[in-house]
């Protein structure tokens, strides 16, 4: 059966490929996807929502969360077009308006059994949220979060990542939670890099994921920025693909602590002893051929991309 699954994300690059993965991945039940603001606004991620969604075109349509801007912007250094997705060309939406997030969310957390939450942007609209699951007595819930950069540098300062560097007090807020919560830093998702071979399998896929993802990620190829040019990393991707291909991955229980002021607002780095019940679930190293392969081969629907 189908894990349920909300996604809430931030709708540039990252979060298109991320959501292009989730619902072309036969294991999870996309249920909702909250768009937050964060490398574009929360107006654009709504309408590259809509957009995304209608070029997809799912079996079962999920609900769309209009979520909160992040609270302070920070340039990466990419140049993702005016619309966040590279200028790729989407055509004209008939999906679902925007509902409120809080609605989005209330609905889901209502929900019985099994079910997760990914969040492969900023934390804001996550964040504001844990008094309510903490109320709903969430069994069966969750959590898994793409940010922070423990042990390598950032990529929105040397070390800061960018999720964590656009809201610090949610992401502390998140971390010290006590929530059921996996984090998938930058130390674990920079392993996995796509190149023009890869991007071009994609383009030939001949399967709406693959072909939208290679349309928004193309560009990226030819920008001097990590991991190289002529690569381009997917770390919102790599977060949902830990949902799906949880034993590819390493994980260790340990607190974060997290700057949430200062020059390095958004740091993260390991909690030495403390309160066991703010412990979480850190990724620390993952299998990345693998990986890799099966990522290609979900959104290509296909077997033997690598």
């Known amino acids: 059966m189908a894990l349920p699954v909300l996604i809430d994300c931030d709708l540039s690059v990252d979060g298109a490929v991320a959501l292009c993965l989730a619902l072309g991945a036969e294991a999870l039940d996309v249920r909702a996807v909250v768009a937050t603001g964060g490398v574009v606004s929360v107006d654009q991620s709504v309408d590259n929502a809509q957009r995304i969604l209608s070029e997809l075109k799912p079996r079962q349509m999920p609900a769309l969360g209009r979520g909160c801007n992040a609270a302070h912007a920070i340039d990466r250094g990419l140049d993702l077009g005016a619309n966040g997705l590279c200028d790729a060309e989407l055509k004209a939406s008939d999906a679902p308006a925007a509902q ?4 989005v969310y209330g609905e889901f957390l209502s929900e019985k059994g099994e079910r997760c939450i990914v969040v492969t942007g900023p934390l804001s609209t996550f964040a504001s949220m844990i008094p309510e699951m ?17 042990w390598t540098k950032g990529n929105a300062r040397e070390h800061v990542e960018y999720n964590f560097g656009r809201d610090p007090a949610a992401a502390l807020a998140t971390c010290a939670s006590r929530l059921s919560l996996s984090v998938a830093p930058l130390d674990v998702t920079n ?25 928004v990620l193309e560009p990226l190829l030819e920008q001097e920025a990590e991991p190289a040019y002529g690569k381009t990393h997917i ?15 390493l994980k260790t229980r340990m607190r974060l602590e997290i700057d949430a002021a200062g020059k390095n607002a958004g740091h993260c780095k390991p909690g030495l002893g403390g309160d066991k019940s703010l412990q979480l679930d850190l990724l620390t190293a993952v299998n990345a ?9 979900s959104l290509c629907h296909e077997e033997f991309v690598v």
């Open 100 to 103: 409120s997030y809080r609605d």
């Open 235 to 249: 770390a919102g991707a790599v977060a949902i693909a830990s949902v799906v291909w949880p034993d590819l991955f």
């Open 289 to 297: 051929v693998d990986l890799l392969e099966d990522m290609l081969e």
């Open 191 to 215: 392993y996995i890099a796509l190149d023009a071979s890869n991007i071009a399998h994609l383009a030939a896929s001949g399967y709406r994921t693959g072909e939208l993802a290679a349309r």
């Open 134 to 150: 903490h109320k709903a007595a969430c069994d069966g819930l969750v959590v898994c979060v793409c940010g922070g950069a423990v």
